[in-house]
């Protein structure tokens, strides 16, 4: 199947290889569309209008609350629309750190991505909480083993990356939040990485908190999603105070309205919310089976590409993730990337926002490719044409030995 | 199509593989400056000493790509001697020339010439700009001293 046929991005740009995709995934025509529907058949405020482009709309946005709802296997007023996952994991974190008290423990690890990883550090510094770090495994991986090494009655907050950005690696996320809810610690998961390649159930992780971006999934910027379970959002305060959220305002008193709008403070960003449902639709034709099969089978292909080129390192190496985390041996990320990027190649390359990981691997950067199910072989192919042409590209300057 | 040959010169390859200038003096004298691209994980050092209004010394390390690197080696050796305002109005015009701005040809930049071509390269301006800036901020807190 072409699907590059559905993003218009190939129509201006027919040779680009785009491998990307963990940084931000392109977007079908499907969900431009709706985007421009929002603004061209609507355009009024939702929530709050009493006349037809209002109250159309806010049938609209509540319709993609519950096909999300639906998605991820949570109810309706669980699903909070945030700005991104960045804004998630950080409402978490910023509602929660209250209940913090000095000598809590926080869970957490050096594969996050910095928004993962930093709001709870601020958090802890704050309340004098403990950081722990769950000790990885020599390939950098995260185990319950492990994790049980680090877990304790002190324990109160566990937060994780279903799927670590640069590696690649899936978390074994379940089994965590079950013995994290054994110590009464509450669970909140990035799912950042996870959630545009394969089946979200956030009733079977039984996560407590559960973040993503929609731009990473085929979807509009400046959205995200927020889902945390029905009786820990009633009993949190909101992180942010404005209009709609509220019930009943005087001059010495607030009420909030109920879950979700009560952390949606102001007028959300509807054009991206109908551009997600759009998103929401286009990933449920192309169906995870297909998205899982074509993740394994790309990655796997360029892998087993890359291997035979001596001059390559690879640093996850080890399972089928649609990332490649490399770099070229002697050859600093950032002067190999522009050469790609000059060969019409996008890849990643630095830190990748997480440099505690880059650190834990003693490299100052890395190159990443990732995969979606719209490239193909032939991108592959040429991704490894041009890491070879690089390759001879620096020993003729004089950069290679 | 900009030329990646115009940004992989010789001469940047030769203060790639071999820095001037290289090491922290950390002595009495010195001033330093830490510089730090976040995202591509770039790290400058650059340490000046001034003596009687003239740049007498520049030192560097760090660690990142090769164009940050070799700026910083090249900028060293350029400014090395140099009058405090002449160094930062070279710095200046060096900074103009890599992000593709107006910047006044007359002034000789010497062998940061050689950088000319970042400017087709938006990207890599970055990491053709943080030593120089580290070197203009350890120059601009001396001048103040002064």
Redo the contacts between chains.
């Keep these: 199947m072409n699907y590059k046929q559905y993003f218009p991005v190939f129509q201006n740009r027919k040779d680009m290889v785009y491998l990307d995709s963990a940084a931000s995934s392109l977007k079908p025509k499907k969900v431009s569309d709706a985007i421009t529907d929002y603004y061209n058949f609507y355009s009024g405020n939702i929530e709050r209008g009493v006349y037809p482009i209002s109250f159309e709309a806010t049938a609209i946005v509540e319709k993609v609350r519950e096909k999300i709802a639906l998605f991820i296997n949570a109810s309706k007023e669980e699903v909070i629309f945030t700005r991104g996952c960045t804004d998630s994991l950080n409402t978490v974190a910023l509602s929660l750190k209250e209940n913090l008290k000095k000598g809590d423990e926080i869970i957490t690890t050096e594969l996050e991505h910095h928004s993962s990883f930093l709001p709870w550090l601020k958090a802890s510094e704050e309340k004098g909480a403990v950081i722990k770090f769950i000790p990885l495994t020599e390939e950098g991986k995260i185990t319950v083993d492990n994790f049980k090494k680090v877990l304790s009655d002190k324990t109160k907050i566990v937060a994780i990356s279903h799927v670590s950005n640069v590696m690649g690696y899936l978390t074994p996320v379940k089994e965590i939040i079950a013995l994290s809810h054994i110590k009464g610690a509450i669970v909140s998961v990035d799912g950042a990485q996870a959630a545009p390649h394969m089946k979200i159930d956030v009733k079977d992780l039984d996560a407590d908190f559960y973040s993503f971006s929609f731009h990473k999934m085929c979807g509009p910027t400046g959205l995200g999603v927020l889902y945390g379970k029905k009786e820990l959002l009633n009993s949190m305060e909101p992180v942010e105070l404005g209009g709609e959220m509220n019930d009943e305002v005087s001059k010495d008193n607030v009420t909030y309205k109920n879950i979700p709008y009560k952390f949606e403070a102001g007028t959300m960003p509807i054009a991206e919310i109908f551009g997600a449902g759009a998103a929401i639709d286009f990933l449920n034709e192309v169906g995870f089976g297909y998205i899982e099969k074509r993740d394994k089978e790309l990655s796997g292909y360029a892998k087993k590409l890359l291997r035979s080129i001596p001059e390559i390192v690879i640093y996850n190496d080890y399972e089928e993730s649609p990332i490649i985390a490399f770099n070229i041996k002697g050859i600093?990320?950032?002067?190999a990337?522009?050469?790609y990027?000059?060969n019409n190649v996008c890849l990643r390359?630095?830190?990748h926002c997480a440099?505690p990981l880059?650190k834990w691997l003693n490299i100052?950067?890395s190159l990443r490719a990732s995969f979606y199910f719209y490239n193909d072989e032939s991108d592959v192919e040429k991704f490894i044409f041009v890491t070879k042409k690089a390759i001879a590209?620096?020993k003729e300057?004089?950069?290679l030995e | 199509m900009s030329d990646m040959n115009s940004i992989y010169r010789q001469v940047i390859m030769d203060h790639y593989k071999n820095p001037r200038n290289k090491g922290l003096k950390e002595e009495e004298g010195y001033v330093l400056c830490h510089l730090k691209n976040p995202s591509c994980g770039d790290m400058i050092n650059v340490e000046s000493k001034i003596q009687n209004g003239l740049v007498s010394d520049i030192r560097q390390d760090g660690q990142g790509c090769s164009i940050c690197c070799a700026s910083a080696s090249i900028i060293s050796e350029t400014l090395k001697g140099k009058s405090v305002k002449d160094a930062l109005n070279i710095i200046d015009n060096y900074l103009k020339m890599v992000s593709n701005e107006e910047y006044d040809k007359s002034i000789d930049l010497d062998e940061l010439a050689v950088f000319e071509g970042i400017k087709d390269f938006p990207a890599r301006v970055r990491c053709a700009s943080i030593a120089a800036q580290a070197l203009r901020k350890t120059l601009e807190k001396e001048e103040k001293n002064a």
């Design positions: 600093h990320s950032h002067d990337v522009s050469f990027s000059e390359a630095g830190l440099e880059h100052t950067a590209f620096f300057v004089g950069y």
